[in-house]
């Protein structure tokens, strides 16, 4: 997308070997350490959703069983699908933290470092 | 009831205290945009924004006039099932925490196109994106004039057409006011204060209802079902339980909740608003926790109106389901708070389409004009004077349209906006951070068709025609029995840019392949570019 692909006008990657640095074993490292991380999560709530969807929209004697009082199984089934967003959001952030950012960084300075370098030369 | 009738009453309070926060927003509109020299000042708020301000702006934002009017107004009528909109509406954020939000920030500049078109070809996919872009911010904008137009007839008991048509008017100017002066810091300030406000209010709203039932959730379910005289209302189907059909409506509404979030152009577009993928996951936790909390508060309020008000009073009184939010906090505080709450819930709405706008004009200026009309060759200058005249265009089409959506349940025309931008955006978006071989004719064909399905069934749907809650109640063109078109236009969208990718004999660049997916992983170009 030429020029405007860049985030700012003097992008400091703007001279980078993009496939040079896709082949590294680093950056592998860190593709796999995301997918393999969002995609089984993101297909595991997207499962455990449509669970509670079919539920409420097929099985309408299990969700209107009363557990206690007025609370039904429906109710609880719904108030677990917040209790299990706000779980997978903290699990997520802690990971990504503990696992894609040093690794994301190191890429990124190693790279930015040497184009600063390479600047300096063409000085 | 007596608080309908009371309410006119007290118009001109609700009016003054509405007055005052326009006042207020627009004077710290002005300050905050007197810096707003570049496009990267006006779209995107000059980077300048932290994790937990864009994530309460992103509340701002999400939490419209549809969530806090509609659901309320949803659970209050229709119970349990109104309950599915919150879920959806709060499970869709982890699509966007998980897999677009840090990604999309690292590489893109303004808009959704600007990640779309990365590696693919330039003017076909950015037309297409701009194209949907604009398709889904219209959706939405209808929704949001739809709410306004409820509120006002409740409030100032205007129920003629040309009343409300004055003021929808009148808000529409306003908003086109905000967006001008104010750009994206000002909007995003705006949508700071508000949601505030609105959270604020929904809480003690929520701690007031649950005081009067004894802090007893089952106390409250029990009164909410013997005011209402059916015991159905706490359990799944009210609404969505009678034919097949409508069941699968119910599914489909559900598939268009969770995929349309990280689709939404005015929510992507949020996310340029920090200055690294780390501020940005920030802003989606953000999000996630006061999203989420504002649905439990929702949950309490919508069962609080069917207790407190009934679901019969609710539907008669002008505004129909919208209205019980309102009428529940006349019913608690009397007009103070009703004043209070509609001030918030008119602030919603100015705000939220202030946030729609601003990304359908950026789209238009920056993706057609900028990159498609003059190819590049213009001043950012130039770009902004093009995206404020983008501006009152678009407003006049909110306005216009707005007239004609008055009176529909808002969530479900926002439910429309969702299946929209599921459709023609989530496919292309996943395809082209994760699928190495997707390609232009792949992404055109995912756009365009998913776009043209959602939008030909929604016209062909009982929303338009065919039913009494129809736009158009006369006529009979309704050939689809789903309300949302998302179950069929979804899966379609994902199926054509699979097949437009495996047909296409062109293969794209495997350079910038490379140079997106380095981006987006490890935030090169991006992540310094706030500190210069």
């Not at chain 2, 999400?62 to 919150?86: K, P, R």
């Not at chain 2, 505080?333 to 601003?358: D, H, Q």
Request: hydrophobic residues 55%; proline residues 2%.
């Amino acid at each position: 997308m030429g020029k405007d692909a860049h985030i700012t006008d003097a992008d400091p990657a703007a001279s980078v070997d993009f496939q040079e640095v896709q082949a590294t074993g680093q950056f592998q490292e860190l593709r796999r350490r995301h997918r393999s991380f969002v995609f089984p999560l993101a297909v595991a709530f997207l499962l455990w959703y449509f669970l509670y969807v079919l539920l409420a929209d097929y099985a309408h004697d299990f969700m209107s069983i009363k557990v206690a009082g007025n609370i039904t199984v429906g109710l609880l089934f719904g108030l677990l699908q917040f209790v299990s967003t706000f779980a997978i959001t903290m699990w997520y952030v802690s990971y990504a933290n503990r696992r894609l950012d040093p690794e994301a960084t190191d890429i990124r300075t190693s790279i930015e470092g040497h184009e600063h370098d390479a600047k300096k030369v063409q000085r | 009831m007596a608080a309908v009738a009371n309410l006119k009453d007290t118009t001109w309070l609700n009016m003054l205290i509405f007055a005052v926060f326009v006042a207020i927003t627009l004077v710290i509109v002005l300050r905050a945009s007197r810096n707003n020299r570049t496009a990267a000042d006006y779209y995107a708020a000059g980077r300048s924004f932290t994790g937990g301000q864009n994530g309460t702006a992103i509340a701002g934002d999400y939490l419209s006039a549809a969530s806090f009017l509609g659901i309320t107004g949803a659970i209050a009528v229709n119970g349990y099932d109104g309950f599915l909109y919150s879920i959806g509406f709060l499970v869709a954020w982890l699509v966007a925490l998980l897999l677009v939000a840090e990604l999309l920030r690292n590489t893109g500049k303004f808009t959704m196109a600007d990640v779309l078109s990365f590696r693919l070809k330039q003017r076909p996919v950015r037309i297409a994106a701009a194209t949907s872009t604009l398709a889904v911010c219209f959706f939405y904008l209808l929704a949001q004039m739809a709410g306004a137009g409820s509120l006002i007839s409740l409030l100032l008991g205007i129920s003629d057409w040309g009343g409300q048509a004055v003021v929808i008017t009148v808000v529409g100017a306003l908003m086109i006011l905000y967006v001008l002066l104010g750009g994206m810091k000002g909007t995003t300030w705006v949508q700071i204060i508000k949601a505030g406000l609105l959270i604020a209010g929904a809480f003690v709203m929520t701690i007031w209802v649950m005081a009067m039932h004894g802090f007893d959730l089952s106390a409250l379910l029990g009164h909410a079902a013997e005011t209402t005289g059916n015991p159905q209302l706490l359990n799944p189907g009210l609404q969505y339980g009678k034919t097949d059909a409508s069941k699968l409506d119910f599914l489909s509404l559900a598939l268009a909740l969770v995929l349309g979030t990280a689709a939404l152009p005015h929510v992507l577009m949020r996310f340029y608003t920090v200055p690294t993928a780390k501020e940005a996951r920030r802003s989606v936790v953000w999000a996630i926790w006061l999203i989420g909390l504002f649905y439990l508060f929702t949950l309490v309020l919508g069962y609080g109106a069917a207790a407190l008000i009934g679901a019969k009073t609710i539907t008669a009184a002008p505004g129909g389901v919208n209205s019980a939010a309102p009428l529940l906090a006349f019913e608690l505080g009397g007009p103070l708070l009703l004043g209070f709450i509609s001030a918030v819930a008119f602030a919603t709405i100015l705000a939220v389409v202030a946030g729609l706008t601003i990304t359908a004009a950026a789209s238009f200026a920056h993706d057609i004009y900028s990159n498609v009309i003059a190819k590049g060759r213009t001043s950012a200058l130039s770009e902004v004077k093009v995206a404020r005249r983008t501006v009152v265009v678009i407003g006049i089409f909110a306005i216009v349209g707005g007239i004609f959506a008055n009176g529909q349940n808002v969530a479900f025309l926002v439910a429309l906006a969702f299946a929209v931008a599921a459709s023609a955006n989530l496919p292309t978006i996943l395809y082209s951070l994760f699928w190495k071989r997707f390609t232009t004719q792949g992404a055109v064909w995912s756009m365009y068709g998913g776009l043209a399905a959602a939008v030909i069934l929604i016209a062909f749907s009982p929303v338009v025609s065919g039913a009494k809650t129809s736009m158009i109640p006369g006529a009979h063109f309704a050939w689809f029995g789903l309300s949302n078109p998302g179950i069929v236009s979804i899966p379609l969208a994902f199926f054509l840019g699979w097949l437009g990718t495996v047909l296409d004999k062109n293969k794209e660049s495997e350079v910038k392949q490379a140079e997106m997916e380095v981006r987006s992983l490890t935030g090169i170009g991006a992540e310094k570019a706030a500190h210069h």
